[in-house]
């Protein structure tokens, strides 16, 4: 799951979706779903924003690919924050 800034398009929100998606498939991850989930209130101000639009993500990958995943969420300037959570399988 990723928060990204309230102020973009649905069409920059997409462009972020589909670089997420490129490089999860370039490094042999399953996606199986990246939508986005609602804008919320947040809870504390977060880069100067009182509000985000949550965008839920659900691949299988490696823990290599996870980690390049982070890293790219981490230096997009437009994600204010992001959060990895491990599933268990069904």
Known sequence: MFIVD?????????????????????????????????RRRLAYEIKGRREGVYVLAELRADPSTV???????????????HMVVRLDED
């Open 6 to 38: 309230p102020t973009l398009s649905d069409e920059q929100i997409a462009t972020i979706r589909e670089r997420l998606k490129d490089l999860a498939v370039s490094r042999g991850a399953e996606v199986k779903k990246i939508e986005p989930w609602e």
């Open 67 to 81: 980690e390049e995943l982070e890293r790219q969420l981490t230096v997009t300037e437009t994600v204010l924050r």
